[in-house]
Nanobody, 124 residues
Framework: QVQLVEAGGGLVQAGGSLRLSCAASGRTFSSYAMGWFRQAPGKERECVAAISRGGINTYYADSVKGRFTISRDNAKNTVYLQMNSLKPEDTAVYYC?????????????????WGQGTQVTVSS
């Protein structure tokens, strides 16, 4: 069992930055691939970034490439999402998720554990 707790959301002006973090419980964090998803009102949940369990391989949605960076610190059981050059369309609830497996995954059905989410609001 893995419990995930996100932090770092908030209100920011367009062009600003936020850093989300997701702390995982348990001693097997390095066994899980991790992902960040978001869901805006009236829209489907989408994967914005994912990272393999060793941190070597990453995935980014086209909409965030060059602006968002996913990273992980297995010693701290934490995954991060650095978000720069934020846009109003980035406004959503952001979730981290954990998947058993060695590669990265961008479909939500591949993930086994989910955090409660953190709100990110970007004002224009």
């Amino acid at each position: 069992q893995v419990q995930l707790v996100e932090a770092g959301g908030g209100l920011v002006q367009a062009g600003g930055s936020l850093r989300l973090s997701c702390a995982a419980s348990g001693r097997t964090f390095s066994s899980y691939a991790m992902g960040w998803f978001r869901q805006a009102p009236g829209k489907e949940r989408e994967c914005v970034a994912a990272i393999s369990r060793g941190g070597i391989n990453t995935y980014y949605a086209d909409s965030v490439k060059g602006r968002f960076t996913i990273s992980r610190d297995n010693a701290k059981n934490t995954v991060y999402l650095q978000m720069n050059s934020l846009k109003p369309e980035d406004t959503a609830v952001y979730y981290c998720a954990a998947a058993r497996g060695s590669t990265y995954y961008f479909l939500d059905r591949d993930y086994d554990y989910w955090g409660q989410g953190t709100q990110v609001t970007v004002s224009s």
